[in-house]
């Protein structure tokens, strides 16, 4: 599903040039679900960004369900992004003046469906989530761990090729966090291929491989057994 | 642009953003408001100023003459120039197509006017038959002068309304006889001119007979005409000076007058006056153009502001938007569409209600240099126009800013 080789990216600071990843190779098989880990400054978020075509790598390939990833202008990487990739974020990123099923209709309004669709798959994915009941109640009104739910169905709805998440249990409380991980762990079991970058241990654990980077390069890429979720409620 | 469902996407936002979008059009309504306003008064104040001005016809040529002050080729000041009949005769013939009413003019001055044992004192004039024209003067009964009058100098007089409900009461004038410096006139006729009540109190009576009558021999006081006008003013202003600069050149030459002697013959030009107002009129319109548009600028660059607010403020949303595949044309068609939408309706809004304010104020007001204020149609549509490409402009730097966003940077965490 994703294929990396050599990917390097540095960063101008001034005089001097950052180089944040020195040389990835990585490979991502459908319906795996992966954790990548590291400390801050390990460039795990650079790299997500790369993943997610938010950003450009200097040098490398980058191939998403066989499909090189260069040199996209912006409006085609807003066209593959709405195609390929669902996004899960730290702090949520809902529309706060829409409501909980026009947040999770947003991708499919930029994929062109007509309304009585999107609102009828929105309604469908909202209740995956479990989250049916709250559909016209606005993010404000929602917990922490209601507003994620809301963001995996706006992500889920626009049924990419990969979720891509970024801390997604890192604004949460523990119990929170392990009903978020049982979720996403009940998507990964229908096969979506699924990355979670994260600096836990345990939510890690609840994935099926774990990828360690340090200073710019992979240094640990082990499969793991996966603990799930709901063991830990 | 016609797309329902990006239109339903900015009505939404704007539904969930009233403050925002009221206080937003807001600047807009008002500025709209107050430029409907000005231009309305200022096409009253030219409605006022021009209906003064409209009692004579505007393009009058009054030629006089006087008493040299100084001495020409050999002859002494004070000299009095005369013009006679065939003087008149002669400029009709060489400036015939220019002109397009014309009469000489003989006056009496202090002339007793007597019907009965009703006496008063009006200015009585020998004219031709095209004074009627050339005065503005409509008939309330009876005809006016006629070539035949002038041809058997038929002893009849045409009175002014004063000079009807003066000497007539509510007696019917036409057919009765008065009496000017003893002369009996059969009135044939009562006019009135929009110029008021002196305009009003004259007797005019055919210029052949007042000569006779009056021992004026072949001597005329006075020559006045009207040429024919073009559409545009600049254009009959030039033709119109050259006329009267030729005409006074002509008696100049003929009366060996100096050229510079004002008091021998004078030719006076009301378009001269007519230009004059006219160019205020334009001055007034301009500075209200100015101020309006002053007005709008001022709303749009509000707007164009709070836009820039708007995108800064939903810098976060934006960039979800654009994680979520939003592309930057579509990013930009939102921003733009909603400033344009915003200042089209709120400008539509002040057009209506300036419009109204108009239509109710309008007919009460009417002093005599503010007179039914209103704006055209194609004025509004204008206004309308200017809105919309305003609403444009105003929106397309934030839009572009907003399609500049970058969603790693939006969405950094606070």
Redesign the interface.
């Not at chain 2, 960039?319 to 044309?329: D, F, V």
């Given at each position: 599903m994703i294929e990396i080789k050599d990917l390097h990216k540095s960063y101008q600071m001034g005089s001097n040039s950052l180089h944040v990843l020195k040389g990835i190779n990585f490979s991502v098989k459908e319906g795996e679900l992966v954790s990548i880990m590291g400390s801050s400054g390990s460039g795990k978020s650079t790299f997500l960004n790369i993943l997610g075509m938010l950003d450009e790598a200097d040098k490398g390939a980058y191939f998403l369900d066989n499909i090189p990833i260069k040199d996209l202008n912006e409006k085609i990487a807003a066209r593959y992004r709405n195609k390929f990739l669902g996004f899960i974020f730290q702090s949520f990123n809902l529309i706060t003046y829409k409501n909980a099923i026009d947040n999770v209709a947003m991708p499919l309004y930029y994929q062109g469906i007509k309304r009585r669709e999107r609102t009828e798959k929105a309604l469908h994915y909202l209740e995956k989530v479990g989250l049916a009941d709250w559909a016209t109640h606005l993010p404000n009104e929602l917990s922490g761990g209601q507003k994620q739910r809301v963001a995996i169905a706006r992500a889920l709805a626009s049924e990419p090729k990969v979720l891509l998440a970024d801390e997604p249990t890192g604004a949460l409380d523990t119990k929170t966090s392990y009903e978020v991980m049982e979720l996403i762990q009940g998507i990964n079991d229908e096969g979506k291929t699924i990355l979670i970058v994260t600096h836990e241990e345990d939510i890690a654990h609840m994935t099926k491989r774990i990828v360690n980077l340090k200073d710019g390069v992979i240094i640990d890429d082990t499969i793991v057994e996966q603990v799930r979720a709901t063991a830990n409620v | 642009m016609f797309n329902i469902?990006r239109w339903?996407?900015i009505f939404?936002?704007i539904r969930?953003?009233k403050l925002r979008t009221f206080l937003t059009g807001l600047s807009v309504a008002s500025g709209i408001f107050i430029l409907v306003i000005l231009l309305g008064f200022n096409s009253g104040i030219s409605n006022g100023v021009r209906s003064q001005f409209e009692q004579d016809a505007t393009n009058q040529i009054y030629v006089r003459t006087g008493v040299t002050s100084k001495g020409y080729k050999g002859l002494n000041p004070g000299r009095r120039i005369q013009l006679y009949n065939e003087d008149f005769e002669s400029f009709n013939k060489k400036y015939e197509d220019e002109i397009e009413y014309k009469t000489s003019l003989y006056s009496i001055w202090g002339g007793q006017v007597v019907y009965k044992n009703q006496t008063g004192n009006y200015r009585v004039q020998g004219a031709n038959p095209d004074v009627q024209f050339i005065e503005n003067a409509s008939m309330t009964s009876g005809r006016f002068i006629n070539v035949s009058d002038i041809k058997e100098s038929n002893k009849v007089a045409v009175i002014g309304y004063k000079v009807q409900t003066e000497l007539f009461k509510k007696e019917n004038p036409i057919g009765k006889k008065i009496s000017i410096f003893g002369i009996n006139f059969k009135v044939i006729g009562v006019f009135s001119d929009p110029g008021g009540e002196r305009e009003n109190s004259r007797v005019f009576i055919p210029i052949s007979t007042t000569q006779k009558a009056f021992n004026g021999g072949n001597r005329v006081r006075a020559l006045s005409y009207t040429f024919n006008m073009s559409e545009n003013l600049d254009e009959a202003v030039a033709t119109s000076f050259a006329f009267s600069e030729n005409l006074e050149n002509d008696i100049r030459t003929k009366y060996a007058i100096a050229p510079d002697d004002r008091g021998a013959v004078r030719v006076q030009n009301t378009l001269e006056e007519a230009k004059k107002i006219y160019s205020l009129i334009n001055t007034i319109r301009g500075v209200f153009w100015f101020v309006g548009l002053g007005t709008i600028i001022a709303g749009v660059v509000g707007v164009g502001n709070i836009m820039l607010i708007v995108v800064k403020e939903r810098t976060?949303?934006i960039?979800?938007?654009?994680?979520?595949?939003?592309?930057?044309?579509?990013i930009i068609m939102m921003i733009l569409q909603e400033a344009v939408f915003i200042t089209t309706i709120s400008g539509l809004i002040g057009l209506i209600f300036g419009l109204s304010l108009l239509e109710i104020v309008s007919p009460m007001v009417d002093s005599d240099y503010i007179k039914f204020p209103s704006v055209d149609f194609n004025t509004a549509v204008i206004t309308l126009l200017v809105l919309i490409l305003a609403g444009a402009i105003s929106g397309f730097i934030p839009a572009h800013r907003a399609s500049k966003v970058?969603?790693?940077e939006a969405?950094r965490?606070?």
């Open positions: - | 469902e339903e996407e939404d936002t969930k953003n976060k949303e960039g979800i938007r654009k994680a979520l595949g939003a592309e930057p044309l579509s970058l969603p790693i969405l965490d606070e």
